[in-house]
């Protein structure tokens, strides 16, 4: 699990294919790899990777074919910037939201513009993620916690601060680029609880034809 709250911004060092999988390098020299070891999670652009080597303020992953298809790593080449953040510990502070690091789906950006000393983005989604994205919710946009702050259909808008485009790849964002996008859990598993009602509901209704089928009539 992750807060969206990035530590550090890596880079792509080495992109190594592997059939139809991938191993990737990131060299993050700002990452704190004090606690880092063997099998941990690392967030990188909001997917949940597993440190397979560690190396000199490096690390590399796996990324399977799944991971692949769902994410812009598809695309992805050496010196591409990414952003980092190690798996959530029971202390930690809890500051922007809960995050697992599974992407959901790529979006992209439509436009981006000025606001006062902030930058708003607008980014298309996917249509079927569209109904999970909410005005003042909360979604990872290549792995940073940010809030919503107005939906059109499949667009939403991001305000930026200065700060968040600092510490995070945001200034690369322009028209036409792509991130990764992991919506609400608590949308995800409200819908699932909702509509599991539903079926059991309707499975469970004695009907004329349920009847029938059964050899009753």
Known sequence: MFTGIIEAVGTLAEL??????????????????????????????GVCLTVIALGDKSYTADVSLETLSRTGFATARVGDRV??????????????????????????????????RAI????????????YIAEKGSIAVDGISLTVNAVRGDLFRLTIVP??????????????????????????????LMTGKREESSASTLTLEKLAQSGFL
């Open 16 to 45: 190594r294919r592997q059939g139809e999988d991938m191993a990737l390098t990131v060299h993050a020299p700002t990452l704190d790899f004090g606690d880092v070891k063997l099998g941990d999670s690392i967030a990188t652009n």
């Open 120 to 131: 708003e983005y607008w980014i298309k989604a996917p249509g079927e993620l569209s109904r």
């Open 83 to 116: 952003n980092l953040e190690k798996a959530l510990m029971p202390t930690s502070r809890l500051g922007g939201h809960l995050v697992s690091g599974h992407v959901d789906g790529i979006g992209e950006v439509k436009s981006k513009s000025a606001s006062g």
């Open 163 to 192: 700060h968040t485009a600092e510490e995070t790849t945001i200034a690369q964002w322009k028209p036409g680029y792509r991130v990764n996008l992991e919506v609400d859990q608590i949308v995800r598993y409200l819908e699932r």
